[in-house]
């Protein structure tokens, strides 16, 4: 366990050295599983009761619809955090699944125990404390990305404001896509063969220029 903390970049450990990274688990107490890829780690209205840190793999954060069409809302990936926006409501009920995408391998740890202080007052949990609370704001502006993407009213407007999203937080014109083609479909609310007709448009149109993942905007 000591070589996978040591591994670990969460940012949910910022600021903490790594004798403190250790002693959070002997305080706050934890466990790990590992998933493959497609088995679901929480399903929609499951109570959620412990955040999951990534230690490897991904996991997608799925919203399904009463006739079974699926909605990529946001992709976890190594590091990254789950599961804390639903723990911290005081109704912990999940409305989305959380589905594994690449194998994982996940540490979990009890909400409760991460936002409270305990009885021997760890110097380590107000800088616990003030990371979930960065964690879960950040979380929040991807969303808001996400709505600001999906509210334009054509695919080709969808595509083109993600694409700008990913070209400003990438700092380059050239840049590659993290999501392959399914799975950027779904983050866009839209079919995987209209998504595809359009990206060949548009390169044709002289708007972009790609190849695989690897996209330029002209």
Known sequence: MK???DKVQSPLFDGLSPQDRHAILG????????????QTVVFEEDHVRHIGILLSGCVDMIKEDIWGNKTLLLRVRK????????????DNTSIVSFVVSQDAQIIFMPFD?????????CSFHHQLLENMVKIIASKNRDLMRKIEVVSKKTLREKILAYLSLQAQAQGSQAFEVPLGRVEWAE????????LTRELAKMQEEGLI??????????
């Open 3 to 5: 070589n996978l903390l």
């Open 27 to 38: 305080c706050v107490g934890y466990h790990i599983s590992s998933y493959k890829k497609g």
């Open 79 to 90: 590091d990254g955090l789950f599961g804390e926006s639903f723990a911290c409501c005081e």
């Open 113 to 121: 125990r991460v936002m409270r202080s305990c009885s021997m007052s």
């Open 187 to 194: 983050y866009l609310c839209a079919n995987r063969s209209a």
């Open 209 to 218: 220029r790609y190849q695989q993942n690897f996209f330029e905007i002209l």
